[in-house]
């Protein structure tokens, strides 16, 4: 980014998708349901420090092109704009493995507003993007993954819970949720042990 974008004499809007969503870190003016065209939220990138290591990779949410997502605008004053990006940038480009940028956001308010928001986009191009993986792979990797901020399973529910709060169902993230808590596993178990006491007919 230009540094004179960072010391603009104006509020910042920044929107949020994954953990920024339930933990953001920053001092923030107005916290608004929101919605961004264009990209989508997705469990697209491997962890080698937040949520898991080189060695057992953990996968945490980017967005990604295409589609549209459903976050929270964060308002941050013109005071603390600096120092607020500044935090951003420290926590979200470790391995710069996304791309910042600003996009239009729709506030989801009475009345609806559209303003520009810093995101994080994630960069294609990068040895950490994961691509699209099916469910089995995703649960193996969260499963396994815990980094500096913790286990990658309490991540992906902790983002699940803060989608819920608004009204919004991310179907991958709450399949892969329900096979977290082993939702699936027991309803399977529970089948098969009907199936094996049934009686032939």
């Not at 529910?157 to 819920?164: C, D, G, N, Q």
């Amino acid at each position: 980014m230009d540094p004179s974008f960072d010391h603009a004499d104006e509020d910042l809007w920044v929107f949020a998708y994954g953990s920024l969503m339930w933990r953001p870190g920053f001092d923030h003016a107005a916290r608004e349901p929101a919605r961004l065209i264009g990209a989508h939220r997705a469990l697209c990138v491997w962890s080698h420090v937040h949520r898991g290591t080189p060695e057992r990779p953990g996968l945490v949410l980017g967005l990604d092109r295409g589609g549209m997502c459903r976050g929270i605008a964060y308002l941050v004053r013109a005071s603390a704009r600096a120092t607020t990006l500044a935090y951003l940038r420290a926590r979200e480009q470790v391995t710069m493995v996304y791309r910042e940028t600003t996009r239009p956001v729709l506030l989801l308010g009475h009345p609806e507003q559209r303003v520009q928001a810093v995101c994080f986009m994630v960069d294609r191009s990068h040895p950490q993007y994961a691509g699209r993986l099916d469910l089995a792979e995703q649960l193996h990797h969260v499963r396994q993954g815990h980094g500096q901020s913790g286990n990658n399973r309490d991540y992906v529910l902790a983002t699940v819970k803060a989608l819920e709060a608004l009204g919004c169902r991310d179907r991958d993230l709450h399949l892969l949720a329900q096979r977290l808590h082993g939702i699936h596993e027991v309803h399977a178990d529970t089948s098969d042990q009907v199936s094996a006491a049934s009686p032939p007919r």
